[in-house]
C-alpha cells in the first residue's frame, strides 16, 4: 500500500459525458502528479500540482482540467469524454517539486461506452 | 525532446535466470532515472532510481541498475529471477534536472519467468 488514494476505482460511462476522478496524496507529501494509461499511447505525464499551485504541465488535453485544494487532495476532471479516453488514470505523490520518489496510487479504470 | 525506448515489449526467462531488462534514455540535461514495476491490476512501485553519485544502483527485490553515460543506458539486471518477478516493468527519465518532477515514461517491458 502506497498510501495514495484514489476514488472510484472503476467509472463507466458514457461519449460526451463528465466525470471527476479523485486523489488523496501521502501524508505529507505536498506534490500530486496525473498520469494516464492506455494501450496505444503508455504511460503519460498530464499534470502536476505542487502545494495547489500547478507546477508542470505535460500531454493534458484542454477538455481535461485538474486542481489541487488546501487539503492536498486532487481531482481530475474529464469533460466531453470521447472514447479514447478509456484508459487507466494514476495519480502519484510525492514530497517535494522535483524529481524525486513518486508513490502511486491504485488507479481509476476509465470505459467510456 | 527527451525519451526512453525499453528494448523488448516481452521478455521470457526460466526461473533462476539472469533477468536483463534494457532501457535506453535520451536526455539534453543530466537525467535522473528510474525503474518502476507494475504488478496486475495494481499502481507503480518504485524499484530504485539514480539521482548523482554512484553509477551502480541498487534497489528492492535483488534488482540493480547501472547507469552509463556515455551508453545512455540504464538497464536492469537481477542474477537469479523468481517467480514473482513476473510484472511489467517501466523505465522512466525526468528530464529536467532536477528542476521539475514530471517522468517520462518508456512503453515497458512485460517480464514472464517460466518455473
Known amino acids: 500500500d502506497s498510501g495514495v488514494t484514489q476514488t472510484p476505482k472503476h467509472l463507466i460511462t458514457a461519449t460526451g459525458q463528465r466525470v471527476t476522478l479523485r486523489c488523496s496524496p501521502r501524508?505529507?507529501?505536498?506534490?500530486v502528479y496525473w498520469y494516464q494509461q492506455s494501450l496505444d499511447q503508455g504511460l503519460q505525464f498530464l499534470i502536476q500540482?505542487?502545494?495547489?499551485?500547478?507546477?508542470a504541465k505535460g500531454n493534458i488535453l484542454e477538455r481535461f482540467s485538474a486542481q489541487q485544494f488546501p487539503d492536498l487532495h486532487s481531482e481530475l476532471n474529464l469533460s466531453s469524454l470521447e472514447l479514447g479516453d478509456s484508459a487507466l488514470y494514476f495519480c502519484?505523490?510525492?514530497?517535494?517539486?522535483?524529481?524525486?520518489?513518486?508513490?502511486f496510487g491504485p488507479g481509476t479504470r476509465l470505459l467510456v461506452l | 525532446a527527451q525519451s526512453v525506448t525499453q528494448l523488448g515489449s516481452h521478455v521470457s526467462v526460466s526461473e533462476g535466470a539472469l533477468v536483463l531488462l534494457r532501457c535506453n534514455y535520451s536526455?539534453?540535461?543530466?537525467?535522473?532515472l528510474f525503474w518502476y514495476v507494475q504488478y496486475p491490476n495494481q499502481g507503480l512501485q518504485l524499484l530504485l532510481k539514480?539521482?548523482?553519485?554512484?553509477?551502480l544502483v541498487k534497489g528492492i527485490n535483488g534488482f540493480e541498475a547501472e547507469f552509463k553515460k556515455s551508453e545512455t543506458s540504464f538497464h536492469l539486471t537481477k542474477p537469479s529471477a523468481h517467480m514473482s518477478d513476473a510484472a511489467e516493468y517501466f523505465c522512466?527519465?525526468?528530464?529536467?534536472?532536477?528542476?521539475?518532477?514530471?517522468?517520462?515514461f518508456g512503453k515497458g517491458t512485460k517480464l514472464s519467468v517460466k518455473p
Open positions: 502519484a505523490s510525492s514530497v517535494n517539486r522535483g524529481p524525486e520518489t513518486q508513490y
Open positions: 501524508s505529507g507529501d505536498l506534490s
Open positions: 500540482y505542487y502545494n495547489g499551485e500547478e507546477r
Open positions: 536526455s539534453s540535461v543530466p537525467p535522473y
Open positions: 539514480y539521482t548523482t553519485g554512484a553509477t
Open positions: 522512466a527519465v525526468s528530464p529536467y534536472g532536477g528542476s521539475q518532477g514530471n517522468l517520462i
